[in-house]
């Protein structure tokens, strides 16, 4: 039982971190409608910038991971801008290869500037583990901080689209980005925006991610970014509190999956239950169903 | 008996009763309208005919048969064929391919002959093609043929939506606001059309139109719907007549 | 006008045909002059394969319009049902070519059975949902395979999913399957030539298929689906036929890679979502639904990291912005206002008219 809910934890902290990466997952394509195959790869620079800065500069971690924020939001926008916006009108495909070449992109840079070996990224975390039930389930530092940092992040995030100028922007060019264009809403700043925060949310997750799990390499964002894709389909793509809900759900199974079913095949339950979930509910568990009109 | 007999068909949208209590009775070789405001329910009619829906209440017989709740592709082998308010073309497919899509269950032959190029694909084709030309010529689009179906005119797109409905041979065929964005020349030519196709194919026509020179024009019987329900119906000249539909139409 | 239309497709087909016949021709005479690096020369057949991936991919995207990013898998499934067939039959059929070719059938249909199997749940979703459940069956059955133990002894095949060991076999016996590594000692079959030769059976069988009653129900279905059901197309039927097709034909490529290497091992590399990702790129660069350019497109985006190796460690980043340079180029209205003004139809259109004046 006490193994079970130190497992439990676990799932919740990896959960936390796909949480935090679906968001950004969910709001670009709640807005955009695109796949944003090179969000993924965001969170590697973001774990990189702080790799770059804390170890490499000596800075102290909480720089740290604001230049990481930093540079990961302007990263964003500059894709936004170079990459994506001229291709607001062109086939969803074409958007989609785009975005993969914009992942190979980030990988290979990374690559060019850090070789392929492993870095051993140091945690940003300095809170002292709990230990629960006389050290039966120990809690660390990093677990703390990425729960508490995804609760945050989800609660600023959805009062900022509910009661902000720009929140319900957004929430408009997602609903309909010509009617809102036509209602004075800037839909070019809003998706900007939109990027923007995604990729400041990947920085955060990226440093989250390595903190525990504290390898780094340039393909440490594909899996994760695929898996926080999968969370938020999983909980309905387009919706924020889907994709709060997905990325929990979605760390729990794969640890738990992990821990009493098989170590090699963690990645094909989550992938199941994904399958299953859309087979039988086929927009996700929050997903709105959207009929078409004949 | 009728070619068409629906009885107390109705359906909800969670507690919303789009149709409501509908009943219907087309005749064989009838030009029969079915007209009313927006958001009447005229389309939602024509979706519960043709399986989009399936209707909460009521049975739809054609020719005897019972076809309520059936899938759309069973529909429309029973015989019940249809145009779109919102044109529906195969965009990327030539013209005739459009049409020969639609005689998809009338010439067939299996995938593996396809592929294999037996002789009977080439036999089946051909006949295709010609049956497609047959088709298109009675539209004056043999023409237009080998053209991409969206690169038509919109006059002509509409056109051929009905050139591939009649090429599934169907008993009914529905029209669904046939005149909507064309000028009055060409829904003149239109109405000449819909009767031709009448009279030469002994077709069975429900048409939902706006325009009340075509309606007038060419409708034998008509039904008025408001709000889902029935609101008058019988003979065209009649119809029109009637105060309620004219305040149905123009408001109070 | 008809004969026209009908001569104007079959000739198109017949230089995709062409272009093929004559790469082989080519290639073979600079391999006879010793003209070809080794380098290139271990290409020839994950060339073919790619061509083969990329023009049974656009049968789904192209064609079928549905965004399938679970290739790969098919093909991991073709290429391990094939090298298992190999390994086991070694003994019971020397001959190197029926082998091969009941290899060929076995993976063939074992791509088709997984196509149909997964394709009728999933053909149900619509567009990302799509897109995201075959990229997830796809890693799922690269995850499977790299669990599954398969040995054989004199009591028979013995099967497990833990280790080798608990296979429990007889001494002597023989690890056919050997979890994350694979499996080991299956004949080099496979050579430039077949892989030729299954190019051109794809693009027979996709040719064909798509220009027939099948094909344009396919189409009509991708174009617009609500009219392809009032003409009565079976929409269920012809999305499964494309998809089982398209998976089949992976599972073949699966094989010609099976039988180049002595060693198959189910990796992120060859049978993950990556591998499925860069298959859709040859599709949508070659132009969807253009089943010649999905051919141009694999063997130019193959060779291209290869071409540019003198640049070393930025090959791959090259490759990466000409990936997105081409989408913009292609895609955006700038690009494609810049392509009409600047298009070869366009300068010779404008060169005949300054004749004229």
């Given amino acids: 039982m006490l193994e079970f809910i130190s497992y439990l934890v676990n799932g919740i902290s990896l959960g936390s971190v796909y949480a935090i990466i679906a968001l950004g997952y969910t709001m670009v394509y709640g807005i955009a409608k695109m796949l944003n195959f090179a969000h993924g790869d965001v969170i590697m620079v973001g774990g990189f910038v702080v790799f770059s800065t804390m170890s490499g500069m000596g800075l102290p971690p909480v720089i740290s991971v604001l230049i990481s924020i930093v540079v990961c939001t302007a990263l964003g926008m500059l894709i936004e801008r170079i990459a994506y916006k001229p291709l607001r009108k062109a086939s969803k495909l074409a958007v989609l290869i785009t975005a993969i070449g914009v992942s190979y992109f980030l990988q290979n840079v990374a690559l060019l500037i850090y070789g392929s070996n492993t870095k051993s990224f140091t945690s940003v975390v300095s809170i002292d583990p709990i230990s629960l039930a006389d050290g039966a389930v120990i809690i660390s530092g990093e677990t703390i901080v990425t729960i508490i940092a995804c609760i945050v992040i989800m609660a600023g995030l959805t009062s900022f689209i509910k009661y902000s100028k720009s929140g319900r922007a957004m929430l408009a060019v997602s609903e309909d980005s010509g009617a809102a264009q036509l209602m004075g809403v800037n839909v070019n700043a809003t998706i900007a925006l939109t990027f923007a925060i995604g990729s400041g949310l990947a920085a955060v997750a990226g440093v989250l991610l390595c903190s525990s799990y504290p390898a780094l390499t340039p393909y440490t964002g594909a899996m994760p970014g695929i898996k926080a894709f999968v969370a938020a389909v999983f909980g309905g793509i387009g919706s924020i509190p889907g994709a709060f809900v997905g990325g929990i759900l979605l760390g729990v199974i794969e640890i738990l999956g992990k821990a009493y079913i098989s170590a090699q095949l963690a990645d094909a339950i989550v992938f199941a239950v994904l399958v299953i979930v859309l087979l039988v509910k086929p927009t996700g568990l929050l997903g709105k169903q959207i009929q078409e009109k004949v | 008996m009728a070619l068409l007999e629906v009885k107390e068909l109705g359906i909800s949208f969670g507690g919303l009763r789009a149709v409501d209590d509908f009943h219907l009775t087309i005749e064989e070789g009838q030009l029969y309208g079915l007209i009313g405001p927006n958001g009447a329910g005229k389309t939602t009619v024509f979706n519960l005919l043709t399986g989009v829906y399936k209707p909460t209440d009521g049975y739809i017989l054609l020719d005897g048969e019972n076809i309520t709740g059936k899938k759309t592709i069973e529909i429309n082998q029973h015989g019940i064929a249809r145009t779109f308010q919102n044109i529906r073309l195969f965009g990327d497919l030539t013209v005739r391919d459009n049409v020969k899509a639609g005689l998809h269950n009338h010439y067939k032959y299996s995938a593996l002959t396809g592929i294999l190029r037996l002789p009977k694909y080439y036999k089946v084709e051909k006949e295709m093609d010609e049956r497609a030309m047959e088709l298109l010529k009675v539209f004056d689009l043999d023409k237009e043929a080998d053209y991409k179906a969206s690169n038509l005119p919109y006059g002509k797109q509409r056109k051929l939506e009905i050139a591939r409905a009649l090429a599934t041979d169907p008993k009914l065929l529905l029209l669904d606001e046939p005149a909507a964005g064309m000028n009055p020349n060409e829904t003149q030519e239109l109405m000449n059309t819909i009767r031709f196709v009448r009279d030469e194919f002994h077709m069975t026509i429900l048409l939902i139109e706006h325009d009340m020179k075509l309606v007038s024009g060419i409708c034998e019987q008509l039904t008025v719907l408001n709000f889902g329900q029935i609101l008058t119906e019988g003979e065209t000249s009649v119809v029109l007549n009637d105060p309620k539909v004219i305040t149905a139409y123009l408001g109070e | ?357």
Wanted: aromatic share 8%.
């Fill in chain 3, 1 to 357: 006008m008809k004969m026209k239309a009908l001569s104007k497709n079959t000739r198109s087909n017949l230089i995709t045909y062409g272009m093929v016949v004559t790469a082989y021709v080519v290639m073979e005479i600079l391999l006879k002059a010793g003209m070809v690096s080794s380098l290139l020369r271990g290409l020839l057949v994950p060339l073919c394969m790619y061509v083969i991936l990329a023009v049974s991919l656009n049968l789904v995207v192209g064609i079928s319009g549905e965004l399938s990013l679970g290739h790969a898998g098919f093909m991991c499934v073709g290429a391990f049902s094939s090298a298992l067939f190999s390994l086991c039959m070694k003994e019971a059929v020397p001959a190197g070519a029926l082998r091969f070719f009941l290899a060929i059938l076995i993976g063939a249909a074992a791509g088709a059975l997984f196509g149909f199997l997964i394709g009728v749940p999933v053909l149900r979703l619509r567009g990302d949902y799509l897109a995201i459940v075959t990229l997830a069956f796809g890693e799922i059955i690269k995850n499977v395979v790299n669990i599954i133990f398969l040995g054989r002894d004199v009591n028979g095949f013995h099967i497990s999913i833990e280790d080798a060991f608990s296979l429990n076999m007889e001494p002597g016996g023989e690890v056919l399957i050997n979890g994350p590594q694979g499996i080991t000692g299956t004949p080099q079959d496979s050579s430039f030539f077949i892989g030729i030769v299954l190019i051109l059976i794809t693009l027979f069988v996709v040719i064909n298929m798509v220009n027939s009653r099948t094909g344009r129900a396919i189409m009509a279905i991708r174009d617009n689906r609500i009219a392809a059901e009032s003409v009565g197309i079976n929409v269920t039927k012809y999305k499964l036929l494309a998809f089982t097709v398209s998976a089949s034909l992976a599972g073949v490529a699966g094989v010609l890679y099976a039988h180049n290497l002595s060693t198959l091992a189910a990796q992120p590399k060859n049978f993950g979502y990556n591998m499925s990702i860069m298959i859709l790129v040859f599709v949508v660069l070659g132009g969807i639904g253009n089943i010649r350019g999905s051919i141009i497109a694999a063997v130019v985006l193959t060779l291209l990291p290869e071409m540019l190796r003198s640049l070393n460690d930025y090959r791959m980043l090259m490759y990466a912005v000409v990936l997105i340079a081409t989408m913009i180029f292609t895609s955006s209205p700038g690009g494609q206002a810049f392509r009409e003004r600047y298009s070869l139809k366009a300068l010779i259109g404008r060169k005949n008219q300054e004749k004229e004046a």
